[in-house]
């Protein structure tokens, strides 16, 4: 099993809303990554997961919460999301964060989300 | 610090052109360099990579050569198809950025029949 699955692939939610992005990999892989993408833009990284453990926040606003349940799954938490919110939110995983190697990322299919 | 730079698009070509995407690169030491393709709708797909100097990373025909001389990764294709209509995006990792990613801007490339 090569790839990384989103779960849903579009997701339509109020500001008042709670919903959550799953994200799932069965790489062996020891680092996951959420980013938000705009359109015609590239990637924007918001978490880092390595081993399992939050290592890089990049001052993302608390109305998103990742969770890394076990080494395979991540998941991104939202509430009282704006509609500036609205992107592509994409999940990735690559074999180790650091290394003496460097190792690619790979990435999964996306969530379109859309804040009303 | 490190950054990537792309040539801007979008980039139109017609079937069977040579395709060529530029793509240049600021770092120190010696990082890894990459190219991902997004369709229209998708997500990110890694196309090639090259983790060192001279290496050529090829892939569905697309090629590109780190050139270190000219701190380069230029993406080539030698008869591009209509389904190659997509995003492209060089990115660049290494001790410097921590190991996380830098993307260049992206450069849409749009093949007429």
């Known amino acids: 099993d090569t790839e990384v699955t989103q779960t849903p692939k579009h997701l339509v939610m109020g500001m008042t809303n709670k919903k959550s992005l799953k994200c799932e990999q069965h790489?062996?892989?020891?680092?996951m990554y959420w980013y938000k993408q705009k359109a015609k833009k590239p990637p924007e990284l918001m978490f880092v997961y390595s081993y399992e453990k939050l290592s890089i926040n990049e001052s993302v606003p608390s109305r998103f919460s990742p969770e890394c349940p076990n080494s395979s799954l991540l998941n991104l938490h939202l509430h009282a999301l704006q509609p500036e919110d609205s992107a592509l939110y994409l999940c990735?995983?690559?074999?180790?964060?650091?290394?003496?190697?460097?190792?690619?990322?790979?990435f999964g299919p996306g969530t379109r989300l859309t804040v009303l | 610090g490190n950054s990537v730079t792309q040539m801007e698009g979008p980039v139109t070509l017609s079937e069977e052109a040579f395709l060529t995407i530029n793509c240049t690169y600021t770092?120190?030491?010696?990082?890894?360099l990459f190219w991902y393709v997004q369709y229209p709708g998708e997500g990110l797909q890694l196309l090639l990579k090259?983790?060192?100097a001279d290496d050529k990373g090829s892939n569905k025909g697309f090629e590109a050569t780190y050139r270190k001389e000219t701190t380069s990764f230029h993406l080539e294709k030698g008869s591009v198809q209509v389904s190659d209509s997509a995003v492209y995006f060089c990115?660049?990792?290494?001790?410097?950025?921590?190991?996380?990613?830098?993307w260049g801007a992206g450069t849409k490339l749009i093949i007429k029949p």
């Open positions: 990115a660049l990792n290494g001790a410097d950025s921590n190991y996380q990613l830098i």
């Open positions: 770092a120190t030491g010696y990082p890894s």
């Open positions: 790489m062996g892989h020891r680092a």
């Open positions: 990735a995983s690559s074999p180790s964060p650091t290394s003496g190697t460097y190792n690619e990322q790979f």
């Open positions: 090259a983790t060192k």
